[in-house]
């Protein structure tokens, strides 16, 4: 059975991407979310020691890189706020390009280690949801005589 989905029209001042925009800024998105995934696995390693720590045996240390560290993630994050990606998963390193396709807003879904847009989904749906761009393109013709 299908689901009913919500429509979500487009915003006026949003950026949205055709699949082609998305995959050209893949390059760039893709050095963010690396260095999104680096920074985020240092500070959840941090975050642990901190709770390891006494005060007095390198925690004032541990707490001044676990600051520097989260506000590199959050620099990171609002330079892919900036392209107009949305982060989705720190560890996956999940990303949505936001889309229109049929006057309602879609998300392109791209996980690091893709090598192009592969997938997509509804605003609702999440990672869950998502299905092959494959389905996007429009039906062929009929060539019926």
């Keep these: 059975m299908l689901r009913d989905h919500l429509i979500h029209p487009p915003l006026p001042d949003k950026k949205y991407f055709s699949i082609e925009e998305a ?7 893709s050095r963010i979310i690396h260095d999104v995934r680096e920074v ?11 709770e390891h720590t006494e005060p007095g045996d390198g925690s004032s240390r541990l707490e001044r890189d676990y600051e520097s ?12 706020h900036t392209l107009g990606v ?3 998963d720190f560890e996956k390193g999940l990303i ?3 889309c229109v396709y049929e ?4 998300c ?9 847009i592969r ?19 429009p039906a062929p013709a009929s060539t019926a005589a």
């Design 40 to 50: 985020y696995r240092h500070i959840v390693e941090l975050r642990r020691n901190l």
């Design 103 to 106: 006057d309602r807003e879609i």
């Design 23 to 29: 995959n050209r800024a893949l390059p760039y998105a």
């Design 69 to 80: 560290s989260m506000d590199r993630l959050s620099s990171l994050i609002d330079e892919l």
């Design 119 to 137: 997938y997509w989904h509804e605003i609702d749906d999440g990672y869950a949801g998502r299905r092959d761009i494959a389905t996007l393109a």
């Design 96 to 98: 949505d390009f936001p």
């Design 86 to 88: 949305e982060l989705k």
């Design 108 to 116: 392109l879904s791209w996980r690091s280690g893709d090598k192009a």
